[in-house]
């Protein structure tokens, strides 16, 4: 799988929490960390969480810190998202890809970054 694969969205009313998963592409040279975007309908890609594979570092958007939380596990290559006390303003398509720091960093979302298919989260009631 040279594409990572998101899964564990859903419907959840707000308030309540869902945790995401993604099973990373292969780490090369060039990988600094794991990367965590989403987008909703008609807005611009955001970046929210990443985290390194190399330490504990990690890097969060003002608009999910403090509620989500991100991990990984890098012998399964895999990252997770925890998140918590879901909005309306959550729904989006979330996504994952391998990415160099300036990314992670900045929680960049580059074009040619290799971000999977996303899986959808709605929050709604």
């Known amino acids: 799988q040279a594409q990572p694969v998101e899964s564990g969205g859903g419907l959840v009313q707000p308030g309540g929490s869902l945790r995401l998963s993604c099973a990373a592409s292969?780490?090369?040279?060039?990988?600094?960390?794991i990367e965590w975007s989403r987008q909703a309908p008609g807005k611009v890609r955001e970046g929210i969480a990443c985290?390194?594979?190399?330490?504990?570092?990690?890097y969060y958007a003002d608009s999910v810190k403090g509620r989500f939380t991100i991990s990984r596990d890098n012998a399964q290559k895999e990252a997770y998202l925890q998140m918590n006390s879901l909005t309306p303003d959550d729904t989006a398509v979330y996504y994952c890809?391998?990415?160099?720091?300036?990314?992670?960093?900045?929680?960049?979302?580059?074009?040619?970054?290799?971000w999977g298919q996303g899986t959808q989260v709605t929050v709604s009631s």
């Open positions: 985290i390194s594979i190399s330490d504990e570092t990690t």
């Open positions: 292969e780490f090369t040279e060039d990988t600094y960390g």
């Open positions: 890809a391998t990415v160099p720091r300036w990314t992670c960093r900045v929680l960049g979302t580059p074009a040619y970054a290799e």
